[in-house]
């Protein structure tokens, strides 16, 4: 079972748009949220979190909205830029867990 | 070297063969990770160590053993492997710290071929 899904596998957007990548979790003891970005042939690098305390987080073009009620979440980008293009993880945790429960990604890809 | 460093990048070995994956951290935390990405799978954790003691193994076949012999170096010894498990094999590292969580930090990976 799947706790935390993201069902998109690819996303396309044209540059200077807006990129939204959504994730969904059913395990209601996670609290703590990070998107990771990777790069073909380099590992994950982390982007932002969030904790389940707040519903946004931002950091400079990054935006990620929780809403703990629906088990969502949802990274966006804006504006969007062609070095963008990557294939984004979610990722979830108990606040004091060690695991990391990552999603399947979403390959984003920014079109100039 | 800065970050997380993992050796070799590629490897392809035969059932039968012995191999070990290397990784090693320059960024002083306490906790190392080993993850397994498949195609078209979410990461996989397979082991987690702090301060050198293993505190996680999700129920990992004993064909992989992890080795941590200091907080900087993590290793995963490889025998008689599958070609099932053919895939990107990522190191982590994160600074574990008494009721918080943060985030961890990976090496770029090592693909291992299994044939």
């Known amino acids: 079972d799947q706790q935390v899904k993201q069902n998109s596998p690819s996303l396309s957007v044209q540059e200077g748009r807006i990129s939204i990548l959504n994730c969904d979790y059913t395990n209601s003891m996670f609290d703590y949220f990070l998107w990771y970005k990777k790069y073909p042939a380099e590992g994950p690098t982390f982007l932002i979190s969030?904790?389940?305390?707040?519903d946004k987080n931002e950091d400079g073009r990054f935006t990620v909205f929780l809403n703990k009620s629906a088990k969502h979440l949802s990274l966006h980008i804006v504006p969007s830029q062609p070095g963008d293009s990557a294939v984004y993880f979610c990722a979830a945790s108990p606040t004091s867990g060690s695991r990391l429960t990552f999603g399947e990604g979403t390959q984003l890809t920014v079109n100039p | 070297e800065t970050g997380v460093t993992q050796t070799p990048r590629h490897l392809v070995m035969g059932m039968t063969n012995k191999k070990s994956l290397k990784c090693e951290q320059h960024l002083g935390h306490n906790a190392m990770y080993w993850y397994k990405q498949s195609a078209k799978k979410p990461l996989e954790l397979m082991f987690v160590?702090?301060?050198?003691?293993?505190?996680e193994n999700n129920s990992v076949p004993s064909r992989f053993s992890p080795e941590c012999p200091n907080s900087s170096h993590l290793f995963l010894h490889l025998h008689t492997l599958q070609p099932e498990d053919s895939a990107l094999y990522l190191c982590?590292?994160?600074?574990?710290?008494?009721?918080?969580?943060?985030?961890?930090?990976f090496g770029p990976g090592t693909r291992l071929t299994v044939l």
């Open positions: 969030i904790s389940s305390i707040k």
């Open positions: 982590a590292s994160s600074q574990k710290t008494s009721g918080n969580y943060n985030e961890q930090f």
């Open positions: 160590y702090n301060f050198k003691e293993q505190t």
